[in-house]
């Protein structure tokens, strides 16, 4: 007897389930794209097994404990303090286009379950669920997965990234689990580690090749990803926001969603996930106009000056920043009334009449006359104890009765559970918006949750994010929490830019910024040319590889340029003119990476048909001559005209050795045959410890 099936595919990859008469659809395939045909039913092909359950129960789309299945479950409630045993009956299972909904009851559990299985603009599977009390009593929810998926049987690795301030993304890679691995988030963000989710290798996977998939949970609270192993010999990948016990407690009629999970499945290797990973997050971010414009070079005021400031200093900061280049002039911290260190202030959204007696609008139309868009700092989710806010509305911070309320950065955090909360917050901020000529915020968030506030203050971040973005639809807003402590598909929904690190040495930077692009697109990372010797760090760089660092995202300036020598200041503004002749190429299209011989790294950027390339070097070359570098997404190409446009540090002292070949590439492109590229590499020149060569790539045919 053939199988009931529902399936989703895409180009690369297939999602395949048996619908069946009881009970939740069976998993039949995830993975590499397979075409099922008339499948016989799962059932025909699964003999006895011993230790067993007489009643087999292969993984399903919502599996369950106490039924016979032993791994992961989908989910655990209680009803009236005790553990209800779910038992589905029969599921609707509707299929349109490319989204199939699953919806699932237990009458006598007092339990529905929908979930939604839909394919992306790019490639990637969007997984949903929602659970919904058909019961009179409350139902707590202690768990529902956003996603639990088998893996394949040839999986052999798992990659995550760890962090902290200051050292953000630190790539982990790991065996499978003999039993289970888990990654977890309890501060009350998504953390230092980037955005909570997984890269899974298949046998062999490489950056450009080999079956891969990777989770990326749309959530920027407390969450859970786990990857256990199945005595059947193959792995269970679920993840879903971590909840408290009591923390969901639905009255009859009400219902909680899970967010939303993001699965790329690729055969193309880890650069094919990150593919699709990043047209799934840019279906998700809503630009003012409806299109990305080109993204304009920043200057942040805050290494420049910290709190140190006032109108006439910032306003003669301003003057420098247009005068090289800049397009965007972001006010930082210190502002506002009260605030001339971190113990005083958030929370009195109003300006510093000290520091600006004249209120904010003269500083932003001077901005703006100097021909530059006027961006502000704010840390709304945050108060200081001294603030008149505090001192009126000590209830309105997340605490628990009888407790020491514990400070970080001198701050508490604002219960935005609460409406009131929210309406204050919105209120303060629209008013300003409305007196001053703001076209950019950049919203921090510095300190871990503790208590958390759990779900409900997570979705108050992002119902306060709707309505100021509904009210000023033209406003951009820059995600920062500590640097990269919120970076995750779930803000994307609510911002345009991510802050990836207060860490803006470059040699930090470079491993941050590659982790950034395994799951979010290099447009929304900011990435800034910071002081030498970088304020994070204390290492010295030179301009050239600080500025070619910065290239590979949305570029900024992040010191004052009044301070630089006058060829130092020569040489961003060109470096700020480069990035204006690029950006077309750097934002908005596939992004590749991988690793050269002699430790170098390198990113390509665009399409295969004309694309940016860096090649990186950060540590001295090990090797007497460079090998030539293999670029593998150019497997299929035509002819490929590349040109060095330059080279980013090294260039003073002693220069580089350098060929007839360099030399002629510097002056115009050199054409290679893709598949040699591919294949047998591009030569590469001598590349010093701490620089970075940049070349611009086209097909032959576009050339001419």
């Given at each position: 007897?053939?199988?009931?099936?529902?399936?989703?595919?895409?180009?690369?990859?297939?999602?395949?389930?048996?619908?069946?008469?009881?009970?939740?659809?069976?998993?039949?395939?995830?993975?590499?794209?397979?075409?099922?045909?008339?499948?016989?039913?799962?059932?025909?092909?699964?003999?006895?097994?011993?230790?067993?359950?007489?009643?087999?129960?292969?993984?399903?789309?919502?599996?369950?404990?106490?039924?016979?299945?032993?791994?992961?479950?989908?989910?655990?409630?209680?009803?009236?303090?005790?553990?209800?045993?779910?038992?589905?009956?029969?599921?609707?299972?509707?299929?349109?286009?490319?989204?199939?909904?699953?919806?699932?009851?237990?009458?006598?559990?007092?339990?529905?379950?929908?979930?939604?299985?839909?394919?992306?603009?790019?490639?990637?599977?969007?997984?949903?669920?929602?659970?919904?009390?058909?019961?009179?009593?409350?139902?707590?929810?202690?768990?529902?997965?956003?996603?639990?998926?088998?893996?394949?049987?040839?999986?052999?690795?798992?990659?995550?990234?760890?962090?902290?301030?200051?050292?953000?993304?630190?790539?982990?890679?790991?065996?499978?689990?003999?039993?289970?691995?888990?990654?977890?988030?309890?501060?009350?963000?998504?953390?230092?580690?980037?955005?909570?989710?997984?890269?899974?290798?298949?046998?062999?996977?490489?950056?450009?090749?080999?079956?891969?998939?990777?989770?990326?949970?749309?959530?920027?609270?407390?969450?859970?990803?786990?990857?256990?192993?199945?005595?059947?010999?193959?792995?269970?990948?679920?993840?879903?926001?971590a909840l408290a016990p009591g923390e969901v407690e639905l009255a009859g009629g009400n219902s909680y969603t899970a967010p939303q999970a993001v699965l790329a499945v690729s055969v193309q290797g880890r650069n094919g996930a990150s593919v699709q990973q990043h047209a799934a997050v840019r279906g998700l971010v809503t630009w003012p106009g409806g299109i990305m414009r080109p993204r304009p070079v920043h200057l942040n005021s805050w290494e420049a000056c910290y709190f140190d400031h006032d109108e006439a200093r910032i306003g003669e900061l301003a003057e420098a920043a247009a005068a090289i280049g800049v397009e965007r002039f972001v006010l930082d911290d210190g502002w506002f009334k009260g605030r001339s260190n971190d113990?005083?202030?958030?929370?009195?959204?109003?300006?510093?009449?000290?520091?600006?007696?004249?209120?904010?609008?003269?500083?932003?139309d001077k901005v703006r006359a100097l021909g530059m868009e006027f961006g502000l700092w704010v840390e709304p989710e945050m108060v200081n104890s001294d603030s008149d806010l505090y001192r009126m509305h000590p209830d309105w911070v997340l605490a628990e009765e009888g407790l020491e309320r514990r400070t970080g950065r001198h701050q508490l955090v604002l219960d935005l559970r609460r409406v009131e909360v929210r309406d204050y917050l919105f209120g303060a901020l629209d008013a300003l918006l409305r007196e001053v000529p703001i076209g950019y915020l950049k919203w921090d968030h510095n300190r871990d949750l503790a208590p958390t506030g759990g779900a409900a203050q997570v979705n108050g971040t992002y119902a306060l994010l709707?309505?100021?973005?509904?009210?000023?639809?033209?406003?951009?807003?820059?995600?920062?929490?500590?640097?990269?402590?919120?970076?995750?598909?779930?803000?994307?929904?609510?911002?345009?830019?991510?802050?990836?690190?207060?860490?803006?040495?470059?040699?930090?930077?470079?491993?941050?910024?590659?982790?950034?692009?395994?799951?979010?697109?290099?447009?929304?990372?900011?990435?800034?040319?910071?002081?030498?010797?970088?304020?994070?760090?204390?290492?010295?760089?030179?301009?050239?590889?600080?500025?070619?660092?910065?290239?590979?995202?949305?570029?900024?300036?992040?010191?004052?340029?009044?301070?630089?020598?006058?060829?130092?200041?020569?040489?961003?503004?060109?470096?700020?003119?480069?990035?204006?002749?690029?950006?077309?190429?750097?934002?908005?299209?596939?992004?590749?990476?991988?690793?050269?011989?002699?430790?170098?790294?390198?990113?390509?950027?665009?399409?295969?048909?004309?694309?940016?390339?860096?090649?990186?070097?950060?540590?001295?070359?090990?090797?007497?001559?460079?090998?030539?570098?293999?670029?593998?997404?150019?497997?299929?190409?035509?002819?490929?005209?590349?040109?060095?446009?330059?080279?980013?540090?090294?260039?003073?002292?002693?220069?580089?050795?350098?060929?007839?070949?360099?030399?002629?590439?510097?002056?115009?492109?050199?054409?290679?045959?893709?598949?040699?590229?591919?294949?047998?590499?591009?030569?590469?020149?001598?590349?010093?410890?701490?620089?970075?060569?940049?070349?611009?790539?086209?097909?032959?045919?576009?050339?001419?």
């Amino acid at each position: 007897m053939s199988a009931q099936l529902a399936s989703l595919h895409s180009a690369e990859a297939s999602l395949v389930l048996e619908c069946r008469a009881d009970g939740a659809p069976l998993w039949r395939h995830l993975g590499a794209r397979a075409e099922p045909g008339e499948l016989p039913l799962l059932a025909d092909s699964r003999t006895a097994a011993s230790f067993s359950l007489d009643r087999d129960q292969p993984l399903s789309t919502a599996p369950a404990a106490g039924l016979g299945w032993f791994g992961p479950e989908a989910l655990s409630v209680r009803r009236g303090g005790k553990t209800c045993t779910v038992a589905f009956g029969p599921a609707e299972v509707m299929v349109h286009g490319d989204t199939i909904t699953v919806r699932l009851s237990d009458d006598a559990a007092g339990v529905l379950l929908e979930q939604r299985f839909a394919l992306a603009p790019g490639g990637a599977l969007l997984f949903d669920a929602r659970i919904e009390n058909i019961g009179s009593s409350a139902l707590a929810v202690d768990w529902l997965a956003s996603a639990l998926v088998p893996l394949p049987r040839s999986s052999n690795g798992l990659i995550s990234w760890r962090g902290r301030h200051n050292a953000e993304l630190q790539e982990c890679r790991e065996a499978m689990p003999a039993q289970r691995w888990e990654r977890g988030a309890r501060r009350g963000i998504s953390g230092h580690g980037g955005p909570p989710g997984v890269v899974v290798l298949g046998a062999g996977a490489t950056h450009h090749a080999g079956l891969v998939h990777a989770l990326q949970l749309a959530w920027s609270g407390d969450s859970r990803i786990a990857v256990e192993r199945d005595d059947e010999g193959f792995w269970v990948l679920s993840a879903g926001a971590a909840l408290a016990p009591g923390e969901v407690e639905l009255a009859g009629g009400n219902s909680y969603t899970a967010p939303q999970a993001v699965l790329a499945v690729s055969v193309q290797g880890r650069n094919g996930a990150s593919v699709q990973q990043h047209a799934a997050v840019r279906g998700l971010v809503t630009w003012p106009g409806g299109i990305m414009r080109p993204r304009p070079v920043h200057l942040n005021s805050w290494e420049a000056c910290y709190f140190d400031h006032d109108e006439a200093r910032i306003g003669e900061l301003a003057e420098a920043a247009a005068a090289i280049g800049v397009e965007r002039f972001v006010l930082d911290d210190g502002w506002f009334k009260g605030r001339s260190n971190d113990t005083a202030g958030l929370g009195d959204w109003t300006c510093d009449p000290v520091k600006y007696p004249n209120g904010l609008k003269p500083l932003a139309d001077k901005v703006r006359a100097l021909g530059m868009e006027f961006g502000l700092w704010v840390e709304p989710e945050m108060v200081n104890s001294d603030s008149d806010l505090y001192r009126m509305h000590p209830d309105w911070v997340l605490a628990e009765e009888g407790l020491e309320r514990r400070t970080g950065r001198h701050q508490l955090v604002l219960d935005l559970r609460r409406v009131e909360v929210r309406d204050y917050l919105f209120g303060a901020l629209d008013a300003l918006l409305r007196e001053v000529p703001i076209g950019y915020l950049k919203w921090d968030h510095n300190r871990d949750l503790a208590p958390t506030g759990g779900a409900a203050q997570v979705n108050g971040t992002y119902a306060l994010l709707e309505r100021l973005r509904f009210a000023h639809p033209q406003l951009e807003i820059e995600g920062c929490a500590g640097g990269g402590g919120r970076s995750d598909a779930g803000m994307a929904r609510h911002v345009h830019r991510f802050w990836t690190s207060d860490n803006i040495d470059a040699v930090s930077r470079v491993s941050m910024q590659r982790g950034f692009q395994n799951w979010l697109p290099p447009e929304m990372m900011g990435a800034h040319v910071g002081a030498s010797p970088a304020h994070a760090t204390g290492r010295t760089q030179s301009l050239g590889f600080r500025a070619g660092v910065a290239m590979a995202g949305h570029f900024g300036i992040e010191l004052d340029p009044r301070r630089l020598e006058e060829r130092d200041r020569a040489e961003l503004t060109g470096w700020i003119a480069f990035y204006k002749q690029w950006r077309h190429l750097l934002h908005g299209g596939a992004t590749w990476l991988g690793a050269g011989a002699d430790g170098l790294d390198w990113q390509a950027a665009g399409s295969a048909d004309e694309f940016i390339l860096f090649v990186t070097r950060v540590a001295p070359a090990l090797d007497r001559r460079p090998q030539p570098l293999a670029l593998p997404f150019l497997t299929n190409m035509p002819a490929i005209d590349l040109q060095l446009l330059r080279i980013g540090g090294g260039e003073r002292g002693y220069p580089a050795a350098s060929a007839p070949l360099y030399e002629a590439m510097r002056a115009a492109p050199h054409r290679f045959s893709g598949s040699w590229l591919a294949a047998a590499g591009l030569p590469l020149p001598p590349l010093k410890a701490e620089s970075v060569a940049i070349f611009h790539g086209r097909t032959g045919a576009v050339a001419k």
